[in-house]
């Protein structure tokens, strides 16, 4: 049969018509008990390892010291770009340390390091360069630029390092390592355990052994997983790769009390499981994908989880905060004041999940921050708006624009001279160093001075789930997590 052009044209309005139908009626119950149809194929959660950044930028450490808390010792190796550790070398130390190989003073003000002799030899395994290097007084194994090498002391300089091997009469030459070189050190006595330098492409990462599921305590935390060590100058940025049901569980008991619902614990496990699944590779120039503070989450490991949190993170193993089946970009603060905001006004992210709601569920309760007041002398505004690059004189006046939900997303602020600065979005609360969003402007003279008073309610940026709302839903109102995610969500579920 040979259609014409006009029927072929119907006939496909018509298939197109067929497909369309099935995804819009899916669509339009997104506000119904049941979570709609996925509109399209689910998005499956793809990473099981997160990498979190424990010390970075001006955190970063000289020497980073690991206890393995219920195991016997650590292996030596690197990750690849799938995430999968490759050993490359193993320690009986319980105590161990990472520093780069700079070199180092004594408290007798000897200089160590870092310098080295480097046999001429090259081995084929780690345990054949271990058993030559267990045979030499300060001997110990290393993997450089690919190959297992030996390598004896630490030297201040080139001169002493060959000092050294003529009096020792080894077959050997002065090494000191690329700017890339790590050294691993047993921590009570110093001895030198392992030195990797493979170059930029790969970093030294430790794994702690012995043990089903080894804690490892470092900085005063305990970790589950493994560490990676990324060299910067002289100082080292520190990466806990953990799996990532048990990142959730380090989450949970510090962005939310372990004395809250099960419920409520629950939807802050479901956000914070999709937070990071929506943050893969978010610090890709630092090496990871979150920190471990409130630049993403706080995350400080397994110490403070509790068998409530515990629970909330188990009872929702896997599950994500979706939206027509695909994964959505959550935030979440302590407290809105009254109502949350648009995605759009907040962080210029238009998305049909994060819309403004009236929260009625806030006043029920109280809580710190519920609400605020904070008096500015205009000078003071003046000082920390010129940290932020703006050019103020005396300020006269500030005025702000309020979206549909009472929420300041945009303020104009005046100086005598005519000068103004416009803040919109979270600005309007960080960079004025206030509260949340939720708040009123007004110019008063309070003892004599004249101020600028804002006064508000809330925590936070106003946009996504409130912690406390979310608590007063489930303690007062008996709501479920999926009520709590439909809630400040806007038709979001659970799966």
């Not at 050294?164 to 002065?174: F, S, V, W």
């Not at 110093?190 to 599921?213: C, H, M, W």
């Not at 989880?305 to 979706?322: D, F, P, Q």
Request: charged share 20%; aromatic share 14%.
């Amino acid at each position: 049969m040979i259609l014409t052009a006009r029927y072929r044209k119907m006939l496909l309005t018509l298939l197109l018509f067929a497909v369309i139908l099935p995804i819009f009626t899916a669509s339009s119950n997104a506000d119904g008990d049941e979570a709609p149809a996925p509109a399209y194929f689910d998005i499956e959660q793809s990473v099981e390892t997160i990498k979190v950044g424990i010390n970075s930028g001006y955190s970063a450490l000289w020497e980073a010291k690991l206890l393995n808390k219920t195991g016997s010792g650590y292996a030596f190796g690197y990750f690849d770009y799938t995430r999968v550790f490759h050993d490359l070398g193993y320690t009986a130390c319980t105590a161990l340390s990472m520093r780069g190989d700079v070199g180092f003073v004594l408290p007798d003000d000897t200089k160590v390091g870092p310098y080295h002799m480097l046999l001429n030899d090259i081995y084929g395994s780690f345990d054949e360069a271990k058993s030559v290097a267990d045979g030499l007084w300060g001997g110990f194994p290393g993997y450089i630029n690919g190959q297992y090498r030996v390598l004896v002391g630490a030297y201040a300089n080139e001169s002493k390092t060959y000092e050294a091997i003529n009096k020792r009469g080894m077959d050997a030459q002065a090494f000191t390592g690329s700017e890339f070189s790590i050294l691993a050190a047993e921590t009570d006595t110093s001895e030198l355990q392992f030195l990797y330098d493979n170059g930029q492409g790969t970093k030294l990462a430790v794994r702690p052994v012995g043990a089903d599921k080894p804690e490892t305590w470092f900085g005063g935390d305990f970790y589950c997983g493994n560490f990676e060590y990324v060299r910067s100058g002289s100082r080292l940025t520190v990466i806990n790769y953990v799996n990532a049901e048990d990142y959730v569980k380090g989450v949970l008991p510090y962005e939310m009390s372990c004395q809250w619902p099960l419920e409520t614990l629950k939807s802050q496990a479901v956000c914070a499981r999709t937070y990071v699944m929506n943050n893969i590779n978010a610090y890709s120039d630092d090496g990871f994908d979150v920190r471990n503070d409130t630049y993403s989450q706080v995350y400080r490991g397994p110490a403070g989880a509790t068998e409530i949190t515990n629970s909330a993170a188990e009872s929702t193993s896997g599950k994500l905060v979706r939206y027509r089946g695909a994964v959505c970009k959550v935030y979440y603060m302590s407290s809105d004041g009254g109502s949350t905001d648009s995605g759009e006004n907040v962080f210029s992210q238009r998305r049909s999940y994060l819309l403004g709601v009236a929260d009625p569920y806030e006043k029920d309760i109280e809580f710190y921050n519920k609400t605020w007041k904070s008096e500015l002398k205009p000078e003071s505004i003046v000082s920390r708006l010129s940290g932020y690059g703006y050019e103020l004189a005396e300020i006269s006046e500030i005025s702000a624009v309020y979206s549909d939900m009472g929420n300041v997303i945009e303020l104009e602020i005046k100086d005598m001279s005519g000068n103004a600065a416009n803040i919109s979005g979270e600005d309007c609360f960080r960079k004025m160093g206030l509260n949340s969003l939720h708040y009123s402007v007004s110019k008063q003279t309070v003892d004599d001075e004249t101020m600028f008073v804002f006064e508000g309610g809330g925590w936070g940026h106003n946009c996504g789930m409130s912690q406390w709302g979310a608590y007063s839903m489930a303690y007062n109102y008996g709501a479920d997590c999926n009520k709590i995610i439909d809630f400040y969500f806007n038709g979001a579920y659970i799966v």
